[in-house]
């Protein structure tokens, strides 16, 4: 590493959402949008669109270039080198397709060190990624460059057959009359799923940005979760300050499952804590050991033991059977297994 060096910062999220945990098990550098494909391709529409500013950058971007990856304006998580793969520096693939709920396909290789670095200040932006010229920043990422070990990725971005990977309607009917559902009902909850995702479709498109989760609730996840079998009387909206208390019973005396709405277009985390906050001090939850995350599009299931990571994770964008990208966590066939067992 010498003066000639070009360092670029690279947020991994904001407050409601961290990708550094991706970058880091598969060894690359995420961005999006990326739904209109590679940026050779569609320059123009991402041009046309506004987009372009948060993917000009991979245009210029070069091997031996250090990525400084941060966490809000002065934590960072990550350094890293960028490396070729392939014979290439740019690669594009749906893999990243679905994280968190954002389209992240464009990347990097890189050659990742995982640090923790409180900067003094906030030396750092705000933007997704740009160029770090702020010599004392580089000074001090330079002072402890050859400290910091490389990690090895855990996994590899092996692209799965997306058709064989995507899960039809048919298939889930099948799935929960095998696992006790009468068939009216299950064919009910997948009809159910294409009614939401339509719906789901449109929310995206509509250009709309300020949805109540009240809205979420009304139109999306609770007509799914009817259909899944909880009828009003086993489902209480708003119970002490809880969204969604699922119980076993209509005298409800035996909740089973917390779930936590979250407006469109925010991450996961901030309703993840707050779920949690709920099963660790709310008298009456003492025994509920599930709760889910979802902004009606995307459904987070996680269990309360194990927080870190979700058990299963389903989007009505992309009926996955598994998300590629979170190889511990189920898909949506696993989502439903989890979500009714002992129900």
Known sequence: MDENTRFYQLA???????????????????????????????????????????????????????????RGQSFVQAIGEVISKDGSIYHYSNF?????????????????????????????????????????VKDKIKSIWDKAEYIKPKYNIIEPDEKENKVEYNEIEQHLINQGFRINDAINTSQTIERVEKL???????????????????????PFLEALGWPPQKMAIEWNKVDILLFKDVA????????????MWTGSNNARVQALGYL?????????????????LHYWLYDKNNPERPKAYMSFIKRQRKNPAYPKSGGILDFFDFFIKNK
């Open 200 to 222: 789901a479709s449109w929310y995206r498109t509509s250009g709309l940005k300020n949805i109540s989760e009240h809205e979420i609730r009304t139109y999306l996840v609770i």
């Open 96 to 136: 990243f397709a679905d994280i968190d709920g954002w389209d992240l396909q464009h990347y990097v290789n890189v050659k990742w060190k995982k640090i923790e670095l409180q900067l003094e200040g906030r030396p750092l932006t705000r933007s997704a990624i740009t160029r770090l010229r702020k010599k004392e």
């Open 252 to 263: 409800r005396q035996a909740p089973y499952i917390l779930v936590e709405t979250k407006s």
């Open 12 to 70: 991994s999220g904001d407050s409601d959402r961290d990708f550094s945990q991706v970058m880091l098990d598969f060894g690359v550098a995420i961005v999006g949008p990326g739904n209109e494909g590679r940026i050779e391709e569609a320059k123009e529409l991402y041009v046309e669109k506004g987009e372009w500013t948060k993917l000009s950058w991979l245009d210029e971007i070069c091997e031996n270039d250090i990525i400084v990856l941060h």
């Open 280 to 296: 660790n001090n709310k008298e009456g939850l003492e025994k509920v050991d599930r709760f889910i995350i979802t902004d009606g």
